[in-house]
T-cell receptor
């Protein structure tokens, strides 16, 4: 079985400050990793993904994430946040097997950017 | 425009009254899935479908049914809704194994 842990349910940060949203996963097989963002009253939008290759992946809106296999982590970072980044962020793990496209989500981290 | 469309967006109904939430995608994706989102629990998969006539249970399938008669449509059926199925529901589709999922805008169901 696989699981995804987002330790921080809420992260308050001032505008223009850096932010890191943490994600750890457990899986006995290879995985693909994703971060999704959900703005209020909207569906989920893909921020970035790690499928293979370089462990540092860049996404939309200036976000990036680093895949660390030894620590089974995929933390999301942004060097300088904006008020418009206020949203809920979900880490997700896709198990790589022939049996299906099963995506497991973390419980989400609410990022609140303040002036 | 590539999109996943869910209907209705909002529904308030009563216990036991059968309802269907439709989901349609225009990207010719083989994979489709339904999730429910509850505070503090993130998104949990209800059912998924790898292709037409191929469906399988996710993590929380109890009380739900699905069908996949056509590639573009994947309706979610609640035969006898109960209050614990009050939630925000999302449909998603993906082009293949390992591909990111595209989500609809969500359907908020309230079962009284």
């Amino acid at each position: 079985a696989q699981s995804v842990t987002q330790l921080d349910s809420q992260v308050p940060v001032f505008e223009e400050a850096p932010v890191e949203l943490r994600c750890n996963y457990s899986s006995s097989v290879s995985v693909y990793l994703f971060w999704y963002v959900q703005y209020p009253n909207q569906g989920l939008q893909l921020l970035l993904k790690y499928l293979s290759g370089s462990t540092l992946v860049k996404g939309i809106n200036g976000f990036e994430a680093e895949f660390n296999k030894s620590q089974t982590s995929f933390h999301l970072r942004k060097p300088s946040v904006h008020i418009s980044d206020t949203a809920e962020y979900f880490c997700a793990v896709l198990r790589v097997t022939g049996g299906g496209n099963k995506l497991t989500f973390g419980t989400g981290t609410q990022l609140k950017v303040e002036l | 425009e590539a999109q996943v469309t869910q209907n209705p967006r909002y529904l308030i109904t009563v216990t036991g009254k059968k309802l269907t939430v439709t989901c349609s995608q225009n990207m010719n994706h083989e994979y489709m899935s339904w999730y429910r989102q509850d505070p503090g629990l993130g998104l949990r998969q209800i059912y998924y479908s790898m292709n037409v006539e191929v469906t399988d249970k996710g993590d929380v399938p109890e009380g739900y049914k699905v069908s996949r008669k056509e590639k573009r449509n994947f309706p979610l059926i609640l035969e006898s809704p109960s209050p614990n199925q009050t939630s925000l529901y999302f449909c998603a589709s993906a082009g293949g194994l390992g591909q990111p999922q595209h989500f609809g805008d969500g359907t908020r169901l309230s079962i009284l």
